[in-house]
């Protein structure tokens, strides 16, 4: 008896024991399924460019050759009705929040280096959003949206890793900045150290496309991946290798010839990312963005023509961009989209398209806006506040009178309502600027500007943008009715404005106290006392807003 319970129980553990291993087994390989199966979330390729002007582009008619971007946007779709920022760090902040400036409170120019000033803690960035549905997160190049401390850096703020620059600018080989003079440092890092090690004197472009490509090699495919390329070009200074200037000896202007070789790099850059992306298996579920961060700067180069205006500027030159989606999951390829699209736009559209989770606290300013780029449908989006800079209130002739006693017209301030554009303040350089190599004359200090004279003294104009693309005819004098109303769609705007974050300079941010290197400066201690100032700052701003929309009211009932 003793013997056969014995061999009874060998019998069970045997079989419990293949059992499990079967079991164990089956676990395994569904894990490994499940890791190897394809995702149905689509790899996410953002590519931002810096300061290309709206002409600089061959399929816009730019003498500049760009073969890969003219293909990739022919095979696509072009985005004809699409509105950045004026400026680096207001569109780079749009992006990444969803939100216009008033409601983060980087309404005013941009984020200096030596300021303790950075996007806002409390905004849920679009790496976070990606990253919490699932998808590996890189940003390679341009931040520039401050780094005083620590939990202000990219790797903070929802990216896995980053390799690139903190700062606006800088050197394109050498990697160093000077902001003032005694306030210079290296500005290249890798996460959030210097990246000494790494540096190999390249030039940028190459080396930030060399950077993506290799995150691309390592990474499986099978898997989402969120990849933000910011590229340094084609920002001033005016740097590329002598290789690329041979095609531009024709160009007179200097500035002109060295900027169309900077352009060409990046279309080059471009067909590099193009052929990785075929190469590691993301092309086929890939959607790649390609975005200019604001219009052309014409003194280094750029061209917005027709348009009117420049970089830092409010007119349609300043802030209406180079953009187009390429992806082979678009419905309707090889289409010009017109439909109104701002930078604010895709947050919800990305977020959106891989299957993540948009909450309604968020207050977004920005649409999704799929379905009119990938099926041609009608824009979701009726108007773009451009902004309002409650700082710059330079308008000598600006007034509450001139106003019609709603707004003060010598703030900054521009608003898009379906058709019509309004603007106040100062907006900005005005001149249209017409392409210098058209010219016979040998332009190198000077360009031939079509000056504006007429409108001198004034601080509101009024366009129809859709009839008037160039804003040459104001008709702010012919449609008084029209000005009105949208001076108070300003002022329903204003009304949710939070407070102004522009902070004087910290002397502590000089890098030779840092090591040599731009990187944040506050400590622990310096971080907890910053988070009180702020929500101070935040009561305080509440406040002086309730008194102001009171001060408005009497004045309203008086006139």
């Excluded at 678009?330 to 699209?341: E, I, N, Q, S």
């Excluded at 891989?354 to 968020?362: N, P, V």
């Excluded at 058209?438 to 007429?454: A, C, D, G, M, Q």
Aim: proline share 6%; net charge positive; charged share 25%.
């Amino acid at each position: 008896m003793l013997v056969l319970g014995v061999l009874t129980a060998v019998c069970l553990c045997s079989v419990v024991s293949c059992t499990y291993g079967r079991w164990a087994d089956k676990l395994h390989a569904s894990r490994a399924n499940e890791v190897d199966k394809p995702t149905s979330q689509p790899h996410i390729i953002f590519v931002m460019v810096d300061d290309q002007g709206f002409r600089d582009v061959g399929y816009h008619g730019s003498e500049i050759k760009t073969p890969t971007l003219d293909w990739l946007a022919a095979t696509g779709v072009k985005l004809e009705n699409y509105y950045v920022q004026p400026l680096c760090s207001p569109s780079r902040s749009q992006l990444m929040t969803g939100r216009y400036q008033i409601h983060t409170g980087l309404q005013h120019s941009i984020i200096r280096p030596t300021q303790p000033n950075c996007l806002p803690l409390e905004n849920i960035t679009l790496a976070q959003k990606l990253k919490s549905a699932g998808y590996s997160t890189h940003m390679v190049g341009k931040w520039h949206l401050g780094f005083y401390k620590r939990s202000c850096m990219p790797t903070q703020r929802g990216f896995d890793t980053f390799f690139g620059y903190l700062l606006g600018s800088g050197d394109y080989y050498s990697h160093y900045k000077c902001d003032s003079p005694g306030m210079c440092g290296y500005d290249l890092h890798e996460g959030e150290e210097a990246a000494w090690e790494q540096d190999r004197g390249i030039y940028s472009t190459h080396m930030y496309t060399q950077k993506a490509v290799s995150i691309l090699a390592r990474h499986n495919p099978k898997r989402p991946i969120f990849l933000y390329l910011a590229f340094q070009a084609v920002h001033s200074p005016l740097q590329v290798p002598a290789r690329y200037l041979e095609r531009y000896k024709s160009i007179p202007n200097l500035h002109r010839r060295k900027y169309a070789a900077m352009v060409s790099c990046l279309d080059e850059a471009m067909r590099n990312l193009t052929l990785a992306l075929k190469r590691y298996g993301y092309y086929n579920n890939m959607v790649m963005v390609y975005s200019s961060d604001n219009g052309g700067q014409p003194m280094a180069g750029g061209s917005n023509w027709p348009l009117r205006g420049s970089k830092g500027t409010y007119w349609e030159g300043g802030i209406r961009a180079v953009g187009f989606v390429h992806s082979p999951l678009l419905v309707k390829k090889g289409t010009r989209c017109k439909a109104l699209m701002h930078i604010t736009d895709w947050y919800p559209t990305l977020v959106t398209l891989a299957e993540g989770t948009l909450d309604e606290d968020q207050n977004l300013d920005g649409y999704d806006v799929w379905e009119s780029i990938s099926e041609g449908r009608p824009s979701p989006r009726q108007d773009i506040l451009h902004n309002i800079d409650p700082i710059y209130t330079k308008a000598k002739n600006g007034s509450w009178k001139a106003g019609h006693g709603i707004w003060n017209t010598a703030v900054q301030a521009a608003l898009r309502v379906g058709d019509w554009k309004l603007l106040t303040g100062i907006p900005g350089y005005s001149d249209w600027i017409p392409p210098q190599t058209f010219s016979t004359l040998l332009l190198v200090n000077r360009w031939h500007n079509e000056r504006v004279r007429w409108d001198r003294g004034k601080s509101v104009w009024l366009f129809n943008i859709t009839a008037d693309p160039f804003e040459r005819v104001d008709l702010s004098r012919r449609y008084p009715h029209i000005v009105k109303k949208m001076l108070r769609r300003l002022l329903q705007y204003d009304k949710t404005a939070v407070p102004c974050r522009y902070p004087p300079k910290d002397y502590r941010s000089n890098p030779q106290y840092n090591g040599g290197v731009w990187g944040p400066w506050y400590s622990d201690e310096d971080e907890v006392e910053d988070e009180n100032d702020n929500a101070l700052s935040n009561y305080l701003g509440r406040r002086s807003r309730k008194k102001k929309v009171k001060r408005r009211g009497k004045f309203k009932r008086k006139a």
